[in-house]
């Protein structure tokens, strides 16, 4: 079973440290399948916020692939099952928007008006914006110093988390210059089942955002979904760009303090 | 309507949530209307001019009247506000000369009476607009509701000359309606 | 009977991988049309005035009925004709016998989509009447034999040097000739035109009820000369196009001119109230007619109702990052982008449009946009949970969803699932759906990869 242990050294001097507050780290399936690096990463950067961070084993899909696709039977059904399993959780944190969303804004409609998972729901936090909004979290001052860095949100963290600015706030804390992007606030064409159902289109959506890019050191997200489309369009293009999980340049940056001690 | 698209459209609309009439939108409030006015015409791409007194119109119209060769007038512009020019029919007069009955400060819009004649108001590649600084309304429900009482067979709203983006995205003016249309402010006339 | 789905997605490679140059030119179009809304919403209280104009569609629709007979009444008043017409077909036969009691023989029209939804052209054209599109864009794709590839824009799509070749065979203006230039030549021509029309046909933004006033909006001055020139004017209008009261016109029109080309107003509004009556210029006859063809039965349909709230300002196709890539085209029918996949199931039935409900990533930008909040997105899922109810559903999709919940339902061996699938995918996925059409232009990440 993945327990995501991170083995860190002990940063929580750092922080004021609150073993009551038990975080609950769910990684969703994309993170889960290609991605697990970030959620190491994510629960680095969470135990550096002085939480006690678990993730349960029952957590899988948070439903949303069945939802969007006309199947909200079974999206209901697997996003109660995900609630129940991280209810134990005083937060529900995700390193992913787009599940993050549908957890805690498209899932309570789909729900009995008095459900006791409407409130479980409320607990659902994006990793990110949790780092940075929630328990203040700040990377080490400097820690990105000179690093230029371009940002995308995706859709669903965009508009329904309302996200903007907390990724970009803490690269901008640990130093880094945010660059501006022209089409930042345009889907990159992943979509889920669109990605493999409308191939061609969501591949012109992805290279419109990459031809648009800066000139930069790193592109971050906080959706594996997004990353996963770009990051794959740019490797097939054979760009030469590097494109992460905004926990994993985070951490980077969370090692510096690390390293000092 | 027919009984039965009737009956088909009542029993769908009954089951729809109704929330009522609206109350009116906030609007931004304008305190110099008039300035306003020309502003916003002048964005449109229109021209706009403010001349001191009924004289200085006068001399501005002849010297502007100088470049054309022929208009067409509408029956309510005054003879003082036409210059000497020759008439032409609209399809032909190089200018069209009209009174607008009231003009919308927020969008810069002109807008005019069917009841003056249509095709000068149209047809002519340039149009001259006078309004007077007591028809300068605010916003375009204001204006609505004064017209609302004495509706003619067409109001036409002008906001500026004719434009069209429709050739590879670049702004032509004077597509089908006038490419220049110049309003000037005067005071108020002697009823006809 | 066999209904074949709209195929967007073939049509929409296809003109990916043949015209590059449209992809270009709508795109350009669209972002621009994008930032240009932005500024319109910017300068008013745009939350409030889409929560306003949201309400008062919302209003007509619920009582629709009411607000027809009014209207249709107040129109009468007005010395307008109204009739009243079911579908496309009944439509096109209410215009054709108006011409040919009345002797038409050359038809100017403005701008309208109900006009391509029920495909009026052809059937004007098969009558023997010579039939003039004078908006410039609408124009340009008539001379081309093409559909507009925008509800506002019909010709967003045409880059420059298709309409100069366009212009000088059909009009003999010289090669790579300036837009002022052509714009010149169509003036001259379309003039001549307008001066020999016995009927000029237009669409509506909307109708008054309490006035029984027409309101319609555009930027060249064609409707206004139109429906001056011509001794018949004819407006075939969506039965849903109301609004209770002239004064709401006041906000709804400076709404739809922001979200459409974010213009504080229309260059040109004319609001016909009648027929020229004694007044020295104008039409001798107006008609409007009331088109139904599939409203009353969406009306009908509350969770979808709220799509007839349109006001067909095309913003949610600029907004629409799938409808930047393609343009209208590939939608093929009148309406494209958000508005036209939620449109298309509605009208043109589940079996014919359920597929445009796909051509969506449910980013939200639509709904971002829409000056009358319809929930865009959210009906996107609506016809995609429909469609699955009815069996239509992507090859594959239905059984992969079942699996996959199956699975997601163990989590042990879920988890296991996705490590293994993880660790191979890059190496079987050429070989297994859907990881082969991810595969097409992307490459899947390597899970050893450490970063
Ligand atoms: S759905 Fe909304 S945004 Fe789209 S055309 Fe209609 S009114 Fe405009």
């Known amino acids: 079973m993945h327990s995501y242990s991170t083995r860190a050294p002990d940063i929580r001097h750092r922080y004021a440290y609150n073993p009551s507050m038990r975080i609950c780290l769910v990684p969703g399936c994309l993170a889960e399948t290609f991605y697990p690096q970030a959620i190491r990463d994510s629960r680095i950067l969470l135990e550096a916020s002085g939480a006690e961070v678990f993730v349960p084993p029952q957590v899988t899909c948070c439903g949303q692939p069945a939802w969007s696709n006309g199947h909200p039977a079974v999206g209901r059904e697997l996003a109660t099952a995900l609630l129940d399993a991280s209810a134990a959780g005083d937060y529900i944190v995700l390193p992913s928007g787009s599940c993050a969303a549908m957890l805690r804004v498209f899932t309570p409609p789909l729900l009995e008006t008095d459900s006791p998972r409407r409130q479980i729901s409320a607990k659902v936090h994006e990793l990110i914006e949790f780092l940075d909004t929630i328990v203040h979290y700040r990377p080490p001052t400097n820690s990105l110093a000179g690093r230029r860095i371009v940002v995308h949100h995706g859709c669903h963290a965009r508009r329904e988390l309302a996200a903007v600015g907390t990724v970009e706030h803490l690269l901008e804390a640990a130093g880094a210059t945010v660059l501006d992007w022209k089409l ?78 | 309507m027919t009984g039965d698209l009737r009956e088909r459209i009542r029993r769908a609309a009954v089951e729809l949530e109704d929330p009522g009439l609206p109350p009116p939108a906030p609007r931004p409030v304008y305190t110099d209307p008039l300035t306003r006015l020309g502003e916003r015409l002048v964005t449109n791409g229109g021209e706009w001019h403010r001349p001191p007194d009924q004289a200085a119109a006068r001399a501005w119209l002849d010297e502007f009247a100088a470049g054309f060769a022929s208009m067409t007038v509408s029956k309510n ?116 | 009977m066999n209904i074949e789905p709209i195929d967007y997605r073939t049509a929409a490679a296809r003109l990916l991988a043949e015209r590059p140059d449209i992809r270009e030119a709508i795109t350009r179009a669209t972002l621009a049309k994008e930032d240009r809304r ?168 909307a109708i008054a009820a309490d006035t029984g006033t027409i309101a319609l909006v555009e930027n060249e001055g064609n409707i206004r000369i139109g429906t001056t020139t011509a001794r018949i004017h004819v407006a075939c209008v969506g039965i849903e196009k109301l609004v209770p009261r002239l004064t709401d016109l006041g906000t709804l029109l400076p709404l739809l001119s922001r979200a459409a080309t974010g213009q504080r107003l229309g260059n040109y509004v004319s609001l016909i109230s009648g ?112 469609a699955a109810q009815a069996g239509l559903e992507a090859p594959g999709e239905a059984p992969a969803i079942r699996a996959y919940a199956r699975l997601a339902r163990r989590p042990h061996r879920f988890h296991m699932a996705t490590r293994l699938l993880g660790r191979f995918a890059p190496w079987f996925g050429p070989l297994v759906p859907p990881l082969s059409r991810w595969l097409r232009g992307r490459t899947l990440p390597l899970r050893n990869r450490n970063r």
């Open chain 1, 184 to 261: 930042a606030a345009e889907c990159c064409g992943f979509g889920g089942s669109f990605a493999v159902n409308l191939p061609e289109v969501s591949v012109a959506m992805a290279d419109r955002k990459l031809d648009a890019l800066p000139q930069c050191d790193c592109v971050v997200t906080p959706d594996p979904g997004c990353l996963m489309q770009l990051a794959g369009r740019a490797e097939r293009r054979g760009l030469g760009l590097t494109i992460r999980h905004a926990a994993s340049l985070l951490r980077e940056a969370e090692q510096m303090r690390q390293n000092e001690h």
């Open chain 2, 77 to 192: 512009v005054p003879a003082s506000l036409r210059p000497a020019l020759a008439t032409a029919p609209p399809e032909q007069a190089e200018l069209g000369i009209g009174l607008a009955r009231l003009a919308v400060a927020e969008s810069g819009t002109l807008i005019l009476d069917s009841r003056e004649g249509r095709k000068s108001q149209l047809l002519p590649p340039t149009h001259l607009i006078w309004i007077e600084a007591a028809n300068i309304v605010a916003d375009l429900p204001a204006a609505l509701e004064r017209l609302a009482p004495d509706l003619p067979a067409a109001l036409g709203f002008h906001s500026g000359p004719s434009r069209s983006a429709d050739l590879g995205g670049i702004t032509v003016l004077g597509v089908h309606g006038p490419g220049r249309v110049i309003v000037v402010l005067i005071a108020p006339l002697e009823p006809l």
């Open chain 3, 38 to 205: 932005r500024e319109g919403y910017a300068d008013i209280d745009s939350e409030a005035w889409r929560d306003w104009a949201s309400r008062l569609r919302r209003h007509v629709l619920a009582n629709l009925d009411y607000y027809l007979e009014q209207a249709g009444r107040a129109l009468e008043a007005n010395g307008i004709r109204v009739h009243w017409a079911e579908d496309a077909q009944a439509t096109c036969a209410t215009v054709l016998s108006l011409c040919h009691e009345r002797g038409v023989r050359r038809v100017v029209k403005g701008k309208s989509m109900l006009s391509e939804e029920i495909e009026l052209n052809p059937a004007l054209e098969a009558a023997g009447i010579e039939v003039t599109e004078t908006d410039l864009g609408e124009y340009l794709i008539q001379l081309a034999g093409e559909r507009p590839s925008h509800i506002i824009g019909p010709a967003y799509h045409k880059p420059l040097s298709e309409s100069q070749a366009l212009f000088a065979e059909r009009l003999g203006t010289p090669a790579g000739a300036e837009p002022s230039a052509l714009a010149a030549a169509a003036r001259k021509h379309l003039r001549q035109r307008f001066l020999a029309a016995d009927m000029m046909i237009t669409g509506a933004n």
């Open chain 3, 275 to 386: 027929p020229r009556g004694a007044e020295p210029e104008g039409p001798d006859e107006v008609h409007v007619i009331f088109v139904d063809n599939g409203r009353s039965r969406l009306l009908a349909d509350p969770p979808a109702a709220s799509t007839l709230a349109c006001i067909r300002c095309g913003a949610c196709l600029n907004a629409c990052p799938v409808f930047r890539q393609t343009g209208g085209h590939p939608y093929q029918w009148a309406y494209s982008g958000p508005i036209g996949a939620v449109l298309a199931p509605g009208l043109l039935g589940l079996e014919r449009g359920w597929t445009l409900a796909q051509a969506s990533t449910l980013c939200g930008a639509c709904d971002a946009a829409c000056p009358v909040r319809i929930p865009l997105s959210g009906l996107l899922r609506l016809w995609r949970e429909r």
